[in-house]
């Protein structure tokens, strides 16, 4: 008796949007729940707490976002530009807070 397992067809598209997941998705949901947590008008235990939990309903959002654009590359330049705007709005956050 032979089993026949259907081949699985990983195609560049899939491959593509997964890679820019794991790469650009998960820091740009962590620089975001950080600044998050830094704005949360909470004790810092329980805004950090909020804002993790806030992460989780991100980050799914952004991977059901990733697959509903239709290329990959709109997914790479708008990842990046947020990247960037997060990036730039937590180092502005952190210079800020420094001065108080």
Known sequence: MQINFPKL???KEVVSRLLIIVVFGYPLVMATSIVISYCLPLSKPDSVAAASMLSFV???????WAFALKTWQQLLRVS???LMATGLISGALMWGMQRV
Not at 58 to 64: R, S, V
């Open 80 to 82: 990046v530009l947020l």
């Open 58 to 64: 991100l980050y799914t959002a952004y991977i059901m």
């Open 9 to 11: 067809a990983l195609n």
